[in-house]
Nanobody, 113 residues
Framework: QVQLVESGGGLVQAGGSLRLSCAAS????????MGWYRQAPGKQRELVAA???????NYADSVKGRFTISRDNAKNTVYLWMTKLKPEDTAVYYC???????WGQGTQVTVSS
């Protein structure tokens, strides 16, 4: 079993920044990459960014140049640094462990205009 716990969401004004964290525990050997997804009201869950254990990254076009995903393998933690936030970034952000099939509980990010 894998546990993924997100933190760092909140309310921020447009143009501001936030850092999300996702701490993994349990049977983490099953995880080969980590990703951040988001789901806005009435919309499908979408990939925001992903990172492999080797550090290769992938970003949604809508966040390229504004968001950065990173990981600390020693702490089994993945981060999502979000800058130049826009109201359309408002969503619940979820952490996902590829290979484990597990999701975190989600953390709300709200960007006010």
């Amino acid at each position: 079993q894998v546990q993924l716990v997100e933190s760092g969401g909140g309310l921020v004004q447009a143009g501001g920044s936030l850092r999300l964290s996702c701490a993994a525990s349990g049977s983490i050997f099953s995880i080969n990459a980590m990703g951040w997804y988001r789901q806005a009201p009435g919309k499908q869950r979408e990939l925001v960014a992903a990172i492999t254990y080797g550090g290769s990254t992938n970003y949604a076009d809508s966040v390229k140049g504004r968001f950065t995903i990173s990981r600390d393998n020693a702490k089994n933690t993945v981060y999502l640094w979000m800058t130049k936030l826009k109201p359309e970034d408002t969503a619940v952000y979820y952490c996902y462990g590829y290979g484990s099939g597990h999701w975190g509980q989600g953390t709300q990010v709200t960007v006010s205009s």
